[in-house]
């Protein structure tokens, strides 16, 4: 049979092409570049800092470069590199791989996370929590609702208390099933875990690793101002749990509305927790599955080693004590406080991410050897499980270079007296808001809550007497700066490593939240002008 030869009109017409959003490796690689190439218009320069390094304000005076254009070069190149292993100099403040310091790269994160992914491909391989979950969404499948309302609050509640997010990651795998069986699509699940857990960032009420630090800088208790910060922490919890279930309801009742769909994982680009939804889908509704004794031991190990992994990096003391003082949440995730210091209780383990990543690793050897898999499968799993977080992987050491960037070139410091200038001279409620805005941008070249509040408020502080308002309210402010911004922040590691592990678009991402920031931006600037108002 001869096809029919195609007009000359249509061979020279060009195929149309839609625009497809880059992936988060490639948006976060373009946010690299462009933080560079603004480095290079921002001029250096740096304030002078008390004993405690904390910048004085109305010291800063612009320096030259400390990096010739090759050496610019040069960072651009190597911020990856630092991004994963880099070391920030106590003497120089330069972050690269070889100097002696502090741990300034991501690596700690990278290796919890694959670690995490070892032991849910391992787990999987016996189908225990599928049948888990799927048993789980049989109960609930009429509640759904309330299994979003209850990880939400709780997750902000442990956010809010003691800066509980990066752990957050770890939770993907278990909840990705198990919302997939009850009919919510992957968006859903990643947006309770990660605004769950911001969001209490965000109101933040005796977080050791935010108001604590800002609390020691600024000079005043833990405890100050929590009243307007536990009315903010209820507030915006309830905004953003009624936002997510808005949309989780609307999914499940027409599949159609997903921003994500519900479209399998390509078969190059399985993990564990595809193949999981996937034996989920083919699972009956109406048989409830049956465990083994072995599959429920393995539940066992599951429980314990999650349960183990929140009680280990709690700060017992330093929340229930009240201190304040230097803090250190991504890098030694140690709180501390003004001599004299409470004694760590007795059963306080002070765990990190290296402690973390071998309890994950010592719990998918003990599933194995539970389950009685050959040395070989073991060892097979485990590399495989550890290989599906590659992609969240790149992604979080991309982000880690975008700071290390800011930091060598010596472009913080101005940054920090453009937000200076900004608020001087403003009035008790316009500064309030003032304090919360300012933030918004220096929470996006610096994440961590304790590093910012360690620049920041310093500065913020005298400027909150010259303004009438207390600095326990300034420090509200600050924080509600800093916890929006982490809500959409692409250096922020909790964002866009869910995101990657959820297999989510940051296009998508950012289409279902900017209205709830918008409703979220609005409560809070209006409340801290009020309560700046009032005295």
Do not use: C
């Not at 453009?418 to 220096?442: C, D, H, R, Y």
């Not at 600050?478 to 692409?490: A, D, E, F, K, Y």
């Amino acid at each position: 049979m001869s096809q029919k030869p195609k007009s000359a009109d249509a061979l020279s017409q060009p195929r149309k092409r839609t625009f497809v959003f880059p992936s988060a490796v490639t948006t976060l690689a373009i946010v690299s570049v462009l933080v560079w190439v603004a480095a290079l218009f921002i001029p250096a320069g740096q304030y002078a800092t008390d004993a405690d390094g904390s910048p004085i304000p109305g010291t800063y005076q612009r320096i030259e470069s400390p990096l010739t254009l090759g050496e610019r070069v040069e960072q651009l190149v190597l911020a990856p590199v630092n991004g994963i292993y880099g070391l920030l100099s106590p003497v120089r403040g330069f972050v690269d791989t070889q100097t002696v310091g502090r741990l300034f790269g991501q690596i700690g994160v990278i290796v919890f996370i694959m670690s995490i992914g070892a032991f849910i491909s391992i787990s999987f391989a016996t189908h225990s929590l599928e049948i888990a979950v799927a048993a789980l969404a049989n109960r609930l499948r009429s509640r759904g609702w309330l299994l979003i309302t209850a990880v939400m609050v709780l997750f902000s509640l442990l956010g809010s208390t003691m800066g509980f997010s990066v752990e957050t990651l770890g939770f993907y795998a278990l909840f990705i099933p198990l919302m997939s069986a009850l009919g919510y699509d992957r968006l859903v699940t990643a947006a309770m875990i990660m605004i769950g857990a911001t969001i209490g960032i965000m109101a933040s009420t005796v977080n050791p690793f935010s108001i604590g630090v800002a609390a020691g800088e600024a000079g005043v208790g833990i405890g100050d101002g929590i009243l307007p910060r536990l009315i903010l922490w209820f507030i915006l919890t309830a905004i953003a749990v009624a936002w997510v279930l808005r949309y989780a309801a609307r999914v499940r009742a027409d599949p159609g509305a997903s921003l994500v769909g519900f479209d399998r994982a390509a078969p190059d680009d399985e993990s564990a927790i595809d193949h999981a939804v996937e034996d989920l889908a083919d699972t009956p509704a109406d048989v409830p599955p049956r465990l083994t004794g072995t599959q429920k031991w393995v539940l066992a190990i599951t429980a314990l080693a999650f349960g183990l992994m929140i009680f280990s990096v709690i700060p017992w003391s330093s929340i229930l004590n009240g201190s304040t003082g230097p803090a250190d949440y991504y890098g030694t995730h140690a709180a501390a406080a003004p001599a004299p210091a409470p004694a760590p209780y007795w059963f306080e383990l002070n765990w990190w991410f290296p402690q973390l990543a071998m309890l994950f690793l010592i719990a998918s050897v003990l599933v194995g050897l539970v389950a009685k898999m050959p040395e070989k499968e073991i060892v097979r799993l485990i590399a495989a499980g550890a290989s599906d977080m590659m992609s969240p992987a790149m992604v979080m050491l991309l982000a880690g270079g975008i700071s290390v960037i800011m930091t060598n070139t010596q472009t913080l410091d101005t940054v920090l007296h453009a937000m200076e200038q900004l608020i001087t001279g403003a009035s008790a409620g316009a500064f309030a808001i003032a304090a919360m805005v300012v933030n918004i941008p220096l929470a996006f070249l610096i994440p961590s809550s304790s590093g910012h509040a360690a620049l920041a408020m310093p500065l913020l502080s005298p400027l909150a007497d010259f303004a009438d308002v207390s600095r326990s309210t300034t420090i509200t402010a600050w924080i509600l700066g800093h916890g929006l911004t982490l809500l959409v922040s692409p250096t922020n590691v909790v964002i866009v490593g869910g995101l990657a592990i959820a297999k989510v678009g940051y296009d998508k991402y950012l289409l279902f939240v900017w209205p709830l920031l918008v409703a979220l931006f609005a409560v809070a600037a209006t409340t801290v002008a009020i309560v700046a108002t009032l005295g």
